[in-house]
């Protein structure tokens, strides 16, 4: 079954924001880190921000610190990517992923996402200048 299924992507112009939300299984929302990845084509995917499997501590790309947002809904067993100040480098398809127990710090540590145990579809983020 379906373990993890992205939104919120679209299409908006620089300087604006979006909040992309990523809704988990219950099983997996419980014990999993998440983290958020985004892919441009022709190059790596590559980490954007991550949270550690109890919520306790979080990881930001030098190219979002500041902008970007992750945070976990306990009740609705969902992470989300709150994003502002959008530029036209964010453009790409954004994809969250989970690996059993492990820190923000720990899913820092596979930068390109190898070794998740799930992967979303991923959802497309375009912002135009």
């Known amino acids: 079954q379906v373990q993890l299924v992205e939104s919120g992507g679209g299409l908006v112009q620089a300087g604006g924001s979006l909040r992309l939300s990523c809704a988990a299984s219950?099983?997996?929302?419980?014990?999993?880190?998440i983290g958020w990845y985004r892919q441009v084509p022709g190059e790596d995917r590559r980490i954007v921000a991550a949270?550690?499997?109890?919520?306790?501590?979080?990881y930001y790309a030098d190219s979002v610190k500041g902008r970007f947002f992750i945070s976990r809904d306990n009740a609705e067993n969902t992470v989300y990517l709150q994003m502002n100040s959008l530029k036209p480098e964010d453009t790409a398809h954004y994809y969250c992923?989970?690996?059993?127990?492990?820190?923000?710090?720990?899913?820092?540590?596979?930068?390109?996402?190898?070794?998740?145990?799930?992967w979303g579809k991923g959802t497309l983020v375009t912002v135009s200048s």
């Open positions: 992923a989970a690996r059993w127990h492990t820190t923000a710090q720990g899913m820092s540590d596979l930068p390109t996402g190898n070794g998740m145990d799930y």
């Open positions: 219950a099983r997996v929302f419980s014990s999993h880190a």
């Open positions: 949270i550690s499997w109890n919520g306790i501590n979080t």
